[in-house]
């Protein structure tokens, strides 16, 4: 499903995800626009990410040279909290940045960088805040 860097996210309507910030969900000539050098450590921070919203099934990566190649990290998300800022990411991302060149936008890469680091007290308590889980 395509959604365009830096839009609203609308992917599910999980409570709670409607201000997330959509990055990485791409489709067709997508790929040909976003293609760049990602910083070196970017792949192994965003691997340090738990799965999200897992969905069932699996993604095929439209991009491989033989279409239809099964990725199996291809049914969830990565959530990158900077601030009170959800980024909202298939966790294809990953191979799109490994293997097709993908460059995310600068404003998620410094997310990543500079947000919450994921399995921290600080991501946890934002990440709720932001899915309003703490009652507020």
């Given at each position: 499903?395509?959604?365009e860097?830096?839009?609203?996210y609308r992917?599910?309507?999980?409570?709670?995800l409607?201000?997330?910030i959509s990055v990485g969900?791409?489709?067709?000539d997508?790929?040909?626009?976003?293609?760049?050098?990602?910083p070196?450590?970017?792949?192994?921070?965003?691997k340090?990410?738990?799965?999200?919203n897992?969905?069932?099934g699996?993604?095929?990566?439209?991009?491989c040279?033989e279409?239809?190649t099964?990725v199996?990290?291809g049914?969830?998300?990565?959530?990158?909290?900077?601030?009170d800022?959800?980024?909202?990411?298939?966790?294809?991302?990953i191979?799109?940045?490994?293997?097709h060149?993908?460059?995310p936008?600068?404003e998620?890469?410094?997310?990543?960088?500079?947000?919450?680091?994921?399995?921290?007290?600080g991501y946890?308590?934002?990440?709720?805040?932001i899915?309003?889980?703490?009652?507020?």
């Amino acid at each position: 499903m395509r959604i365009e860097d830096l839009t609203p996210y609308r992917y599910t309507r999980k409570k709670g995800l409607e201000s997330g910030i959509s990055v990485g969900w791409l489709e067709g000539d997508d790929l040909l626009h976003s293609l760049g050098n990602s910083p070196s450590e970017l792949v192994k921070l965003l691997k340090q990410y738990e799965v999200q919203n897992r969905c069932r099934g699996f993604h095929m990566c439209e991009y491989c040279s033989e279409w239809g190649t099964e990725v199996g990290m291809g049914n969830g998300e990565i959530w990158v909290v900077k601030g009170d800022t959800l980024y909202i990411a298939p966790y294809l991302i990953i191979h799109y940045i490994e293997k097709h060149n993908y460059k995310p936008p600068l404003e998620f890469i410094d997310a990543v960088f500079n947000g919450f680091r994921p399995h921290s007290p600080g991501y946890e308590m934002r990440l709720n805040k932001i899915l309003n889980k703490d009652g507020q």
